[in-house]
């Protein structure tokens, strides 16, 4: 089964919204069996989207429409879905009621144009949206599935994954495609690449892909195929010889990030971490409790911009920042084990920098960072040259930590 | 001139990379009146690429490429614009030179593989790449022109604004397209569009989009013309409709965001501000310091996670604790008020909630949130429930914490 998904809404064509939709789907679909081979994005405007929904339904065994399902007068797939499928819109009762029950439930009233969420395409399957007033808007005709879905994220996620997959699945008759990730951190694509060259390795049977990011490059393999013992048996080869080759920049051979791999050990060793940040200014402390569960482990953090909170909050040194300065190993040494010290955890991050734009000198230039790990040991500090903008070196500065505080927990 | 942007490589559409250049692109060009009215993404994919670049070659003004540029064997966006315009790779002599000079500076041997990023197609300009090895590939012919550029955001950017941009602004002859934003907070999307209708008010000569995001909704105005001061006219008299009606709800009337909003004004009013996180984790923090030149009005920041941390670092009482709890008005209160005066800077902000998915219980459920902001006249405290996940719930609490500041800013 091929896939295209179109995205609606001139705020995407205009780059006012970054389009995260389509990537979700993707993932969403891939994990089924289902294949993204066309992915294309179109204005609120009746002409484009009708001729893009009718081209993909010629092409494609599942076209997904995200976008233009709101209440307000740029919203217009409806009507295009309705000319599409040569229907009508008509009010359904039991949406009206489900509205009915949202708007008690927030306490305000319903007016005219929030009701028009009740009229939706005639002969239409309707998928409940858990999280919004849009349903999402399901044709299966001749072979080929249709859905529209809202933009919004949450939304659209939540119809995906409790109503489409689910509907897809049930219907079946897919091919096979799975994954392995080899995920490292620390060494560039090119150097991987070649690492891989030199050792004679070349994918068989498989296609592989580099995927870098500030958190690493992620090689990823992808095997497909009509029986799965065969797929997995092609992808486990490549996936053993690659492993072979660069086995010591690997952080993680699951779908993990580097952070979700940090948080897992810092579980599983049951220790506790605080964090006192300067250039990266709160931005690890935020990584590390997006992931719920994270109060187990972390305890607190200290964002000591200024001179005077690294000294009163953390215990830096006055002479310390007067003779090395801020930016320097000796502070950020002073301002992890201050940080342990006062927070009474087993480990502490610290770091400290010149994120940039402005603040570089030529002895100490924009992306020069210091990070460093604490444990009862004591502080391990690393220098860093970070280049790119101030939101790459943040970026970067709070994996190198991260990493840093993995390679001591491999340790324990 | 109208233009499409075809964004290459496996990844994208596998849903691995969510696919940010094309928003960015899109809105460089439309600066310089080039509307983008399609934007597709295809896989690493001879056929594939070959056959929508022709497409895009035959029915636009310009073409945009990302991606596929890179040193490894999946990058094959080179060979195919070979094949496209009938020529072949060549070394060129100032790149391998400019290559050379890069990694004597990184202080790394250039390997085989690096070196080929010093082919490229015979015939074509290059466009210097700032940031990275892959230089941008220019083809202006029979009045279309192609660029395609390095998919690494930051090379991408980097190529666009220094070197695609100023290149079609020398070839002239575009559009007009201007924008106009009106950024609204704490008002959902229908409400707006109601209180518009009820006013009599219809877009007369431009485009209205109401773009919601957790930051507020925005509501973009697009006029469209050859006429610059005809297509300022229109817009500005919509521009003043509407403002008119929603003007209690605006922070602003400028391409700014929220945050960007705040910043101006801490810096306006020169006040000193400080952060107390609990169920924010360190994001408000983040957020602040995201913006460079923050250390202007940023000192310092907490994230207290522990009740502990709470007592020793803000001094909330152990008696609050214990009768209110940990998100309550009243730990909050303290939150704020603690951290403003061991801070010793002019505002503090507080947040304590449950962001979840767990820790809820039917007296404080997840999303039940406590914001504050602290000033010499104590804490203002507001109570709120917001819907979503962990994601949402942080982002909103950030947000709305943020929007407090600003009214607080604006009463000085």
Same mark, same amino acid.
């Given at each position: 089964?091929?896939? $295209? $998904?179109?995205?609606?809404?001139?705020?995407? +064509?205009?780059?006012?919204?970054?389009?995260?939709?389509? !990537?979700?789907?993707?993932?969403?679909?891939?994990?089924?069996?289902?294949?993204?081979?066309?992915?294309?994005?179109?204005?609120?405007?009746?002409?484009?989207?009708?001729?893009? $929904?009718? !081209?993909?339904?010629?092409?494609?065994? +599942?076209?997904?429409?995200?976008?233009?399902?709101?209440?307000?007068?740029?919203?217009?797939?409806? #009507?295009?879905?309705?000319?599409?499928?040569?229907?009508?819109?008509?009010?359904?009762?039991?949406?009206?009621?489900?509205? /009915?029950?949202?708007?008690?439930?927030?306490?305000?009233?319903?007016?005219?144009?929030?009701?028009?969420?009740?009229?939706?395409?005639?002969?239409?399957? +309707?998928?409940?949206?858990?999280?919004?007033?849009?349903?999402?808007?399901?044709?299966?005709?001749?072979?080929?599935?249709?859905?529209?879905?809202?933009?919004?994220?949450? =939304?659209?996620?939540?119809?995906?994954?409790?109503?489409?997959?689910?509907?897809?699945?049930?219907?079946?008759?897919?091919?096979?495609?799975?994954?392995?990730?080899?995920?490292?951190?620390?060494?560039?694509?090119?150097?991987? !690449?070649?690492? +891989?060259?030199?050792?004679?390795?070349?994918?068989?049977?498989?296609?592989?892909?580099?995927?870098?990011?500030?958190?690493?490059?992620?090689?990823?393999?992808?095997?497909?195929?009509?029986?799965?013992?065969?797929? =997995?048996?092609?992808?486990?080869?490549?996936?053993?010889?690659?492993?072979?080759?660069? /086995? %010591?920049?690997?952080?993680?051979?699951?779908?993990?990030?580097?952070?979700? /791999?940090?948080?897992?050990?810092?579980?599983?060793? %049951?220790?506790?971490?605080?964090?006192?940040?300067?250039?990266?200014?709160?931005?690890?402390?935020?990584?590390?409790?997006?992931?719920?569960?994270?109060?187990?482990?972390?305890?607190?953090?200290?964002?000591?911009?200024?001179?005077?909170? /690294?000294?009163?909050?953390?215990?830096?040194?006055? =002479?310390?920042?007067?003779?090395?300065?801020?930016?320097?190993?000796?502070?950020?040494?002073?301002?992890?084990?201050?940080?342990?010290?006062?927070?009474?955890?087993?480990?502490?991050?610290?770091?400290? #920098?010149?994120?940039?734009?402005?603040?570089?000198?030529?002895? %100490?230039?924009?992306?020069?960072?210091?990070?460093?790990?604490?444990?009862?040991?004591?502080? *391990?500090?690393?220098?860093?040259?970070?280049?790119?903008?101030?939101?790459?070196?943040?970026?970067?500065? !709070?994996? *190198?930590?991260?990493?840093?505080?993995?390679?001591?927990?491999?340790?324990?």
């Amino acid at each position: 089964m091929n896939a $295209i $998904i179109i995205t609606i809404g001139d705020e995407i +064509l205009s780059g006012a919204t970054v389009d995260t939709n389509a !990537a979700y789907i993707a993932k969403d679909l891939l994990a089924i069996g289902v294949d993204v081979t066309k992915r294309c994005s179109v204005g609120d405007n009746t002409e484009d989207i009708e001729r893009e $929904i009718n !081209a993909g339904l010629a092409a494609f065994d +599942l076209v997904i429409t995200t976008g233009g399902l709101g209440p307000t007068e740029d919203d217009i797939t409806k #009507g295009v879905i309705c000319r599409v499928f040569e229907t009508q819109l008509i009010e359904y009762g039991e949406v009206l009621a489900a509205l /009915k029950v949202r708007y008690q439930q927030l306490g305000i009233s319903m007016s005219e144009m929030a009701r028009g969420m009740a009229k939706q395409p005639e002969g239409a399957t +309707l998928l409940a949206n858990p999280l919004g007033t849009a349903p999402g808007i399901l044709f299966d005709r001749e072979g080929t599935v249709f859905c529209a879905m809202a933009g919004v994220p949450s =939304e659209m996620r939540a119809l995906m994954d409790q109503a489409l997959i689910p509907y897809l699945e049930k219907r079946g008759s897919h091919r096979v495609i799975l994954f392995r990730n080899i995920s490292t951190f620390g060494i560039p694509e090119s150097k991987l !690449a070649t690492m +891989l060259k030199e050792s004679g390795y070349t994918p068989d049977g498989v296609r592989m892909a580099f995927l870098p990011s500030y958190a690493g490059v992620t090689l990823r393999l992808r095997g497909d195929g009509l029986d799965r013992s065969e797929v =997995e048996k092609t992808l486990e080869k490549n996936f053993e010889e690659i492993c072979e080759v660069v /086995k %010591k920049h690997i952080f993680s051979t699951e779908e993990e990030s580097l952070l979700d /791999k940090v948080t897992t050990l810092l579980k599983e060793k %049951k220790v506790t971490l605080s964090t006192a940040e300067s250039c990266t200014g709160g931005l690890i402390a935020k990584m590390l409790t997006d992931i719920a569960g994270s109060s187990d482990y972390f305890v607190q953090g200290a964002v000591t911009y200024s001179n005077e909170a /690294k000294m009163a909050r953390l215990g830096v040194k006055s =002479e310390t920042l007067q003779k090395y300065g801020a930016v320097s190993e000796q502070t950020c040494r002073e301002m992890a084990e201050g940080m342990r010290r006062t927070s009474e955890t087993d480990f502490a991050l610290a770091s400290t #920098g010149i994120a940039g734009p402005g603040g570089g000198t030529a002895e %100490k230039p924009v992306g020069l960072v210091y990070l460093a790990v604490a444990d009862h040991n004591g502080a *391990t500090v690393k220098r860093c040259s970070f280049s790119g903008d101030r939101y790459v070196i943040r970026t970067r500065s !709070a994996y *190198t930590v991260l990493n840093l505080l993995r390679l001591k927990l491999l340790e324990m």
